[in-house]
């Protein structure tokens, strides 16, 4: 038999350096040590073992689509806080993480205080790196400049209800509340 498994708990000893090549989730402290509560894959036959956590961590993945709030705009790049993650439904974060969106993935104006829906471009992080292009991505949810209310769509431009105030932003087709 050339694959062995095993449960490990964090902190416990996968293999020795000199008999396996250790990836996934596991560090090196003399020994190669489980980093979390997963499965232990052991191939002898390449001589490599593979620490497989049973939880996912939480944080996005490349290609995850993500619903922000835009906390911040710089001259470089939108900062934003990542809050929501979409799968088969639309589920909370564990922590909210950090991301920036860079001026060359805008496909138009983004307000501070809006909602929006991008999909991850780089997941080396955190911060993440974001992207809006496309038509289902942008503003889902947008915030009045001049009075703070939420603003309807009417058409390609927003309307606040309150003062009236009109906006143009990269609206997300067939998500905008």
């Not at 293999?15 to 990836?23: C, I, N, R, S, Y």
């Not at 996005?60 to 990542?82: E, F, M």
């Not at 997941?123 to 991505?137: A, N, W």
């Amino acid at each position: 038999m050339q694959i062995q498994r095993k449960l490990v708990l964090p902190g416990e000893e996968v293999a020795a350096p000199e008999e396996f090549e250790v990836g996934g989730h596991a560090y090196l402290d003399g020994v190669f040590r489980a980093a979390a509560l997963g499965i232990a894959v052991y191939d002898r036959r390449s001589h490599t073992a593979v620490v497989e956590p049973l939880r996912n961590n939480g944080y996005p993945k490349q290609g995850d689509i993500l619903y922000c709030v835009v906390t911040s705009k710089g001259v470089r790049a939108l900062s934003a806080r990542c809050i929501a993650r979409e799968g088969k439904t639309v589920e909370e974060l564990k922590y909210p993480v950090s991301a920036f969106i860079p001026p060359q993935l805008v496909d138009g104006k983004v307000g501070v205080g809006d909602y929006i829906r991008a999909r991850v471009v780089s997941s080396y992080g955190p911060p993440f790196l974001l992207s809006i292009k496309g038509p289902t991505f942008g503003v889902v949810r947008a915030i009045c400049p001049r009075c703070g209310n939420i603003m309807k769509r009417r058409g390609n431009q927003l309307v606040c209800p309150v003062c009236g105030a009109v906006d143009a932003r990269k609206i997300a087709q067939g998500f905008y509340v």
